[in-house]
């Protein structure tokens, strides 16, 4: 085990490298590799002065890469584990078009070609937001532009990567192509809170939230199989209470992903108080990819009133009677479940047994 001191709230990302060494990337703008041993080998400054990293990828045959922006450049950079740059690619120099660009996610394939994810912002009257697709080749050539929804998200998969927009999923090539799609909504009913996550290869999961009208309303995950056809379904994950619903999937390895789920419910009215309590917990959900479900975990609930106070005589004040856990990211191995977040100001990493 090793610490590595940074400075106080600027972590952005870890991501593992080889020999047991991670990449942070923290500072804004900064790259550092630390080995196995909690050593720092080297820090970079990737992005120019101004600029922050918005995006970065897994790391990909001894690569990674990461995108930058500003209000008035942006651009894409692939960095070696030697910390040197391979290639760089400027979206935008600073020149006054009155357009922003902001490269959101990146997907690395394994032969190195590279997808980019980008919201495009006039600046100027009228204001505009877009979303743009770019395909670099393995030497950072740009190959193809594509557009697409601003609140399209690029999911990547190493081998594969897929589009989501709305209740709608596709994968698309190495030069963001098209290769199918596949929708969750249906005639009669339309589906909200869809989060994806892949298995590092071809296929994909994804879990949803099913609202008919009068006639249901459930919870869903889908294993879509590398033609996109649905080859296992499990619905009805819910747990009692007022409002339930996916917040994120993690692919844990092994045939496995973990479910991520945001739930509240109103508590018993007390006297005073302006509104009932509210009482907010996230759980995990383990499953394997056949629907079986493994574990479910239930992490500390928040609790949250609003009361009568002179400060605001009108809205009242908000007090937390409460806090809970908020997770930030969850990692698993053969045997046990890690999870990474948040109570209150204080960080934590738990683990559990996957028995």
């Not at 590595?4 to 020999?19: E, H, K, M, R, Y």
């Not at 979303?131 to 193809?144: E, I, N, P, T």
């Not at 998200?153 to 596949?182: I, K, P, Y």
């Not at 996916?246 to 007390?270: E, F, K």
Request: net charge negative.
């Amino acid at each position: 085990m090793w610490q590595q001191a940074i400075t106080p709230g600027t972590l952005s990302a870890l991501v593992p490298a080889n020999d047991g060494s991670v990449l942070m990337i923290h500072g804004g703008r900064l790259v550092t590799l630390v080995d196995s041993a909690g050593t720092a080998v080297w820090t970079r400054e990737v992005a120019p002065a101004s600029t922050t990293i918005s995006s970065w990828s897994h790391l990909t045959g001894e690569r990674i890469h990461l995108g930058y922006t500003s209000a008035a450049a942006a651009g894409i950079v692939a960095l070696d584990l030697q910390g040197d740059v391979v290639w760089s690619h400027v979206l935008d120099n600073g020149g006054d078009d009155g357009v922003a660009y902001r490269p959101q996610m990146l997907a690395v394939f394994s032969s190195g070609e590279v997808l980019a994810k980008l919201l495009v912002e006039s600046i100027e009257a009228p204001f505009t937001r877009e979303g743009q697709l770019y395909a670099f080749d393995s030497d950072g050539a740009l190959v193809q532009t594509h557009d697409t929804d601003f609140n399209t998200r690029l999911l990547d998969n190493r081998n594969s990567a897929f589009l989501q927009t709305g209740g709608e999923v596709r994968r698309v090539d190495e030069t963001g192509n098209q290769l199918w799609t596949h929708s969750f909504s249906g005639e009669n009913f339309s589906v909200s809170q869809l989060y994806c996550a892949g298995d590092q290869d071809l296929e994909i999961a994804c879990a949803y939230t099913v609202y008919e009208p009068d006639v249901r309303f459930d919870n869903i995950v889908a294993w879509l199989n590398a033609d996109g056809d649905v080859r296992n379904e499990r619905s009805s994950l819910v747990i009692t209470t007022n409002y339930q619903y996916p917040s994120r999937m993690y692919y844990a390895g092994n045939d496995t992903w973990v479910l991520q789920r945001d739930a509240n419910q109103d508590l018993t009215t007390i006297p005073l108080l302006l509104s009932d309590p509210e009482e907010k917990w996230q759980t995990l959900q383990v499953l394997q990819d056949d629907g079986t479900l493994q574990k479910t975990l239930i992490m500390r609930s928040t609790i949250t009133s609003w009361y009568l106070c002179s400060s605001d005589i009108f809205q009242g004040c908000q007090r937390t009677n409460r806090t809970g856990d908020s997770i930030s990211n969850v990692l698993a191995d053969d045997s046990q479940l890690y999870v990474i977040g948040n109570r209150g100001s204080q960080g934590f990493i738990s683990s559990y047994a996957l028995d």
